[in-house]
């Protein structure tokens, strides 16, 4: 067939905030999309699931989203919309707050999906359970399997493959001595849901990054004690921590930063370094998670190493498959949908031939490089996809892989002056900021009212 006839098919995986991006650029390019969704919706991450399975509570307990009921979101609404599509509070209904519940940002997604015809496209209910070559790096067979199908579901060919399947669901653990035969309750926060079963407990927290403290800062409401245990006490007296542990809090002497868990031991107790000791009902790991890619069968030409998914030129393509396979969405901290528009609109225009990718070698070679900077810096193998929510960098990225516009400066303020926020104070941060001057004239002229608090 005339390659110039044949309209390539894509498959997209997963229909979170990148899927959606992903099929919407590539039918952009004139190609031709399918997204195939395990779940009932579109949202990902969004759709939140109370239903964790108790069987499981380390593990993902058969469900995707780790969305708690109490999230909202710590990243504004005003900079959080994709370039062409804000993310508008609805007029009288809904959550209007610059940083909204949950729901507020899954009903976005959804409106977006609408709005660009995208469900269409998207097959619900449908697990992709393997995904291999078909013979030539730029044909793919996919296997998935319909939620009520009988059997192993069925296989289908296709040009390109664009995997969006997150990565905040396949929980990461520490070792620690005695985790296996401790025999109280032990959870990651993937399956932390609601409070009200830790009423009167002594809850331990482990890992002090933001769901950590959120957690913490629930729990305390109804636990008789909260221990939040950091790596190191140094490293987790952030200022937020520090504001968190100061006088205001007289009322919530029952949270108590610890450092790391040395051992637990089969009575409940738990272990801290330098020696001290309690006895606790139950212990949360909110440690991270890991990438996961199950259903993938491509003879380790991409692989999870510590949370390295390599080799991928520009966290996107597998130098030896590329462009046919594609990840979108794998750094972490970023600015979204912002930064996998921007990852989307390059593989599509890469897929129609808009744009070309430099040699496979080349490719390599810049991963290799990427990675080297990276270890010279110090920076953790597991931390090779992180991002820090580095505006300069989002802007570089943009331009180098796809032209993408460069973010305004007042949003870059606004963005900066958000995390630091954060930083500051991150149990109020959501309600009490103040805009300055450059931002609210941003705002203002982008079509937001502004409120300075
Ligand atoms: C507690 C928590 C709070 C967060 N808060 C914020 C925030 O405030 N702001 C922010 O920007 N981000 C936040 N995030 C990050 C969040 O993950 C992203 O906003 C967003 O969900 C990433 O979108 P995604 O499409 O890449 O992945 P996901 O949202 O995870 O979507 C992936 C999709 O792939 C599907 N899938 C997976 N495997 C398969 C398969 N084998 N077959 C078919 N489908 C599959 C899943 O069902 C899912 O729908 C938070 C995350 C968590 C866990």
């Not at 976005?108 to 070559?133: E, K, P, Q």
């Not at 790096?137 to 319909?146: E, L």
């Not at 919530?252 to 009575?267: A, G, I, K, W």
Request: aromatic share 8%; with cysteine.
């Amino acid at each position: 067939m005339d390659q110039n006839l044949h309209k390539k098919k894509v498959c997209v995986i997963g229909a979170g905030i990148s899927g959606l991006a992903a099929a919407r650029e590539v039918r952009r390019e004139g190609l031709d999309v399918t997204v195939l969704e395990q779940n009932a919706g579109v949202g990902g991450q969004w759709l939140y699931d109370a239903a964790v399975d108790a069987g499981d509570p380390l593990g993902i307990a058969g469900v995707h989203s780790s969305i708690y009921s109490s999230v909202r979101l710590n990243s504004p609404r005003e900079a959080g919309g994709f370039s062409d599509f804000p993310f508008y509070p609805i007029n009288g209904d809904g959550d209007g707050r610059r940083f909204p519940v949950h729901g507020e940002l899954l009903r976005y997604i959804r409106d977006f999906c609408d709005a660009f015809g995208l469900i269409d496209a998207v097959r619900l209910n449908t697990t992709v359970t393997r995904v291999a070559m078909d013979g030539s790096p730029s044909r793919w067979t996919v296997r998935s399997k319909h939620r009520d199908a009988a059997g192993d579901g069925e296989e289908e060919v296709f040009d390109a493959v664009v995997v969006a399947t997150g990565h905040y669901t396949q929980p990461r653990l520490p070792a620690i001595e005695g985790m296996d035969t401790w025999r109280r309750r032990q959870l990651h926060s993937h399956s932390y849901r609601v409070p009200d079963s830790f009423a009167g407990e002594v809850v331990v927290i482990i890992g002090c990054s933001v769901s950590g403290i959120e957690l913490a800062l629930e729990l305390r409401h109804v636990a008789s004690e909260v221990h939040l245990s950091a790596k190191s006490t140094d490293a987790g007296l952030t200022p937020a921590m520090s504001k968190l542990l100061a006088t205001r809090h007289d009322e919530y002497t029952n949270l108590l930063l610890r450092p790391r868990v040395e051992h637990l031991r089969d009575d409940g107790t738990v272990v801290f370094d330098g020696g001290e000791s309690i006895i606790a009902d139950t212990i949360i790991y909110c440690t991270g998670y890991n990438y996961s890619f199950p259903f993938l069968d491509i003879d380790g030409k991409v692989t999870v190493d510590d949370n390295r998914v390599g080799p991928l030129f520009e966290h996107v393509f597998p130098p030896s498959l590329a462009p046919s396979l594609s990840f979108i969405g794998i750094p972490a901290l970023v600015i979204l949908p912002r930064f996998v528009e921007m990852q989307a609109r390059w593989v599509a225009q890469v897929l129609s031939g808009k744009r070309t990718l430099p040699s496979p070698e080349e490719m390599k070679i810049a991963v290799e490089e990427h990675n080297a900077v990276k270890e010279a810096a110090g920076v953790p193998k597991r931390r090779t996809h992180a991002v820090w929510l580095d505006v300069e960098y989002h802007d570089e990225y943009g331009e180098r892989v796809c032209g993408f516009p460069r973010m305004e400066d007042w949003k870059k303020e606004f963005i900066l002056s958000a995390i630091s926020d954060m930083r500051d104070d991150i149990e109020r941060f959501r309600d009490d900021y103040h805009d300055s001057d450059l931002v609210a004239d941003g705002l203002r002229q982008n079509g937001w009212m502004t409120s300075r608090r």
